[in-house]
């Protein structure tokens, strides 16, 4: 009966904590990040955004789309191949002072295998092992416009909003549908070439209503292995605010930007390097280094940081750790090709590091006054 379990193991992860009173990690699958150029800076891109990422990132940076429009599209395989990690998005202006955007995303892991069937009268049978999917979906539209203030002078004010809709399933066991919004504003210092960005992620909080089903056979195998039966239940994911602060220096063809971001969190105790009973604060801070070949043709270099955790080595002993992240990108006309390379373990000298690699594309579109 052993061989049962082997369905659960990720299954077990997924529906772990899908009750109103448990939902820490729900809707995780949007925090991890898109774009290889945010992710090569280590995630910080509250305070810099300005272009169709905007939509996940900030959406009040939408407004510095300077193109008719923009589309971009990221993938990436993370754990060895194991999870796929897409994303895509448009975005355009809207009138003088408005901008408007969709975004896509989508986390999945293919081919698990069904193990409820293996065992029938006694007798194993692997012809019937199947095999299913578990996914996590994402439509994200977005809005964002300029405001003028008389009062705040050489400062540029911009703010957002997204809707999302959310839609997640593993396998034939279990469905769930949600929505959320969240909200953002962004300052611009257009003479001391300085940003600040604030985002409420899920600022109402966002709803998923779980449905499972599972035939009566396969409930006499839950039972019968010592699993729970879950049940329908309301997942809430309860709000967060993200804030960054970046800063722009730029001598001849040269131009560099830093930024430093904060992710805070308000359901409880984690493993960030602030941590306390009511909240959690998770620092992070990345660099971009940009080479203007041209006008229309530039070069990248990118670095970034994040993850501060402590964790336990196998000696029993607390150790500090820190995910490094680098990247690079070059801009041929309208056309942007960014690559990161991003460790997923965090955790130097405790085996081998998952590294992932990302890459994204971003185009330009441009028409002509006619």
């Known amino acids: 009966m052993k061989s049962h379990l082997i369905v659960f193991i990720l299954f077990s992860f997924t529906i772990k904590g899908y009750s109103q009173n448990a ?3 729900s809707n995780e699958f949007l925090q991890i990040g898109v774009g ?3 992710l090569g800076m280590g995630g910080c891109m509250i305070a810099s955004t300005n272009d169709v990422y905007s939509g996940y990132w900030n959406p009040a940076g939408l407004v510095g789309i300077k193109s008719n429009a923009q589309v971009a599209l990221m993938h990436a395989s993370y754990f060895a191949g194991i999870a796929n990690y897409d994303y895509g998005s448009w975005a355009t202006k809207a009138g003088d002072k408005g901008a408007i955007g969709i975004s ?3 986390f999945g892991v293919d081919g698990i295998a069904n193990t409820f069937d293996l065992i029938r009268n006694g007798e194993i049978d692997y012809t019937r092992v199947s095999s299913f999917n578990t996914t996590d979906f994402a439509a994200i539209v977005s809005y964002a416009q300029t405001a003028d203030f008389k009062s705040m002078r050489n400062i540029d004010f911009s703010w957002g909003g997204n ?9 034939p066991f279990a469905k769930a549908t949600g929505f959320g919004f969240d909200a953002g504003v962004k300052f611009d210092n257009t003479k001391k070439n300085w940003s600040l960005g604030i985002v409420v992620r899920d600022a109402t909080s966002t709803f998923n209503s779980w449905r499972y089903t599972f035939t009566d056979a396969q409930k006499d195998i839950l039972a ?4 729970a039966i879950p049940k329908s239940t309301l997942e809430i994911t309860l709000p967060r605010i993200l804030g960054g602060f970046a800063k722009t220096w730029e001598n001849d063809n040269w131009k560099i930007l830093a930024e430093i971001d904060a992710n805070m969190t308000l359901d409880g105790k984690r493993n960030t390097l602030i941590k306390t009973n009511l909240l959690s604060i998770d620092p992070y801070c990345g660099a971009e280094v940009t080479y203007n070949i041209s ?3 530039r070069l990248y270099f990118r670095t970034g940081f994040n993850n501060f955790q402590h964790y336990t080595n196998s000696n029993g002993k607390k150790t500090a750790s820190i995910m490094p992240n680098v990247g690079i990108g070059f801009t041929f006309g309208n056309f942007t090709l960014d690559y990161a390379l991003t460790n997923l373990s965090a955790v130097s000298g405790n085996g081998p590091a998952l590294y992932s690699n990302i890459f994204s594309l971003k185009l330009d579109i441009n028409r002509d006054n006619k």
Not at 224 to 227: K, L, Q
């Open 23 to 25: 939902t820490k990690y």
């Open 36 to 38: 290889a150029r945010s």
């Open 104 to 106: 896509l995303v989508r």
């Open 163 to 171: 809707m999302k809709i959310i839609s997640r399933k593993v396998g």
């Open 224 to 227: 019968t292995t010592g699993n």
């Open 295 to 297: 006008d229309a043709n």
